[in-house]
């Protein structure tokens, strides 16, 4: 069954080791932040260090793995359509809002609706790591500068994940205007056994 994450929300559930996660671009230009978290365990994580040292490069794809912090293999990507995704950035926060948009009221923020949905399972705003930014379409320059720019997803775009441990996973619609080109879509995603 397909599941619907509405624009600039979240959501968090559990996944069995061997199941397979399908996240999925409908429309198309629309990025996901992904944390994830040992089930059994929430204070092994998600660790974009890890994965970007054991795996040696920054553009995380098919047959890559998604480590912890423990240096276990917590996800492998078994199929991505679209190819290009963002393990650098931290999920938009008010205060990313603040500092980087000069934006004065509430915002939505990735930050928020991770740790919103995550409080079910007993996690705190100061235990979400880096997310894994799927489609999050992110150049750097020979200098290091990077450029955040809109995804190169098309409608349609997946990347399907196998989980390796059991696992509590949180999914966001992203709710950065710059990440998404400046419009906000829905996420779908499905758990296939």
Known sequence: MICKIEKQSGVAFTLKKGQQLKVIDPIGGQVSDMVLFNASDTREKISSGKTLDFEETILITTNHYLW??????????????????DFLLAPCSPETFKIMYNYGGYHPSCFENLYTNLKQFDIQPDDVPTAFNIFMNVQFAADGKLSVLPPLSKAGDFVLFEAEMDLIVALTACSAEDSNGGRFKPIHYEILE
């Open 68 to 85: 912890s912090n423990r240096s276990n293999k917590m996800m492998r990507i078994l199929e991505d359509t679209n190819g290009r995704n």
